[in-house]
């Protein structure tokens, strides 16, 4: 209704010629051909709104959002994204994680989606973080927040009629891990009661130096901690592998988080930084999780037998630099 009112007013707004008085009188009204745009408005400071386009002028948008109709000035618009743009598309299940094709959003709405799937890992020896990659209850974190651990504790933050519900689950065990790539994988056992969230995994070999990340983990114990920045190298060297080398602050206790693109996808995992230097942090590419994932029965842990277990490494030693674990 408030629509069709702020429509025809709009409407009146622009002059008409009137048609001759002799001329006939059409028995319907022709039909509105005009085609209603639905889009995303972002605007500043993380905000955004949804809706119809029903007017755009230099100066203004007019949007219909459904219960209300407003008027947007063209200079707060930060981005506009065509709604068919704004649902997840295709879901592609590569068996123990998932990928999908997903839009940009910005950090304020990424990180209220993805963030119940991001976990904080809690053991006799320290804290760090992990993520959930299934709803079969699969959590990637690094190999130095379990080492020396077979069972951990796994901390979940998640949403029930708009309140934060945390629960822990206990003895959660570790079934693969990789000393040398820094991973390991856990695996919760969810009570009925219980559904898990899940994130996507990315491509980090898309990853160019300037995009935009964001982690989420547990930095020295405040839970649920959001911090953004971008990629300050894609390929630096460093433990033996390449890295991402980030701009994102992050601490002791991000160890094992995830580090997301814009889309919410996965695109590496929160492993180190240099003390007293927070612009200079390393994360693990998707590109070695996935790979550790898809091969995880080459880095399962056997604690039935001896002679298969797996052998904790001890850690390696900080060198003179002062590079040091984000982990427990």
Not at 66 to 76: E, K, L, M
Not at 88 to 117: C, M, Q, W, Y
Not at 164 to 185: C, G, I, S
């Amino acid at each position: 209704m408030i629509a069709a009112i702020l429509t025809a007013a709009l409407a009146a707004q622009v002059p008409v010629q009137d048609a001759p008085s002799s001329a006939p009188k059409k028995s319907e009204a022709p039909a509105d051909t005009t085609k209603k745009s639905i889009e995303r408005i972002e605007l500043g400071g993380s905000k955004s709104m949804t809706g119809a386009i029903l007017k755009e002028t230099p100066d203004a948008l007019f949007v219909d959002l459904g219960f209300d109709v407003v008027r947007v000035p063209q200079s707060a618009i930060v981005r506009r994204v065509a709604k068919s743009d704004t649902s997840d598309k295709t879901v592609h299940d590569e068996g123990i994680f998932l990928r999908a094709e997903r839009p940009e959003k910005s950090i304020a709405e990424g990180s209220a989606e993805v963030g119940p799937a991001v976990v904080k890992i809690e053991s006799p020896g320290g804290q760090g973080s992990g993520f959930i990659v299934n709803s079969a209850g699969h959590v990637v974190t690094n190999f130095h927040v379990v080492d020396g651990e077979t069972e951990v504790d796994v901390k979940l933050f998640l949403r029930k009629d708009g309140a934060l519900e945390q629960r822990t689950l206990r003895k959660v065990k570790v079934v693969a891990a990789n000393p040398d790539a820094d991973l390991a994988l856990l695996k919760i056992d969810p009570p009925d009661d219980l559904e898990l969230p899940f994130v996507y995994m990315g491509d980090s070999e898309e990853v160019a130096v300037g995009t935009r990340v964001y982690a989420i983990g547990t930095p020295i114990g405040l839970e649920r901690t959001v911090s953004s920045g971008i990629v300050s190298v894609d390929n630096r060297a460093f433990a033996g592998r390449t890295n991402l080398q980030i701009t994102t602050p992050i601490n002791p206790g991000n160890s094992g988080g995830p580090l997301f693109n814009l889309r919410g996808e996965v695109i590496g995992v929160n492993s180190s930084g240099y003390t007293g230097l927070q612009g200079l942090n390393f994360a693990i590419p998707s590109k070695y999780v996935i790979d550790f994932l898809r091969n995880r029965d080459a880095f399962a842990v056997d604690t039935t037998r001896s002679e298969n277990g797996i052998h904790y490494l001890p850690a390696p030693r900080k060198p003179d630099s002062g590079t040091s674990r984000a982990g427990k």
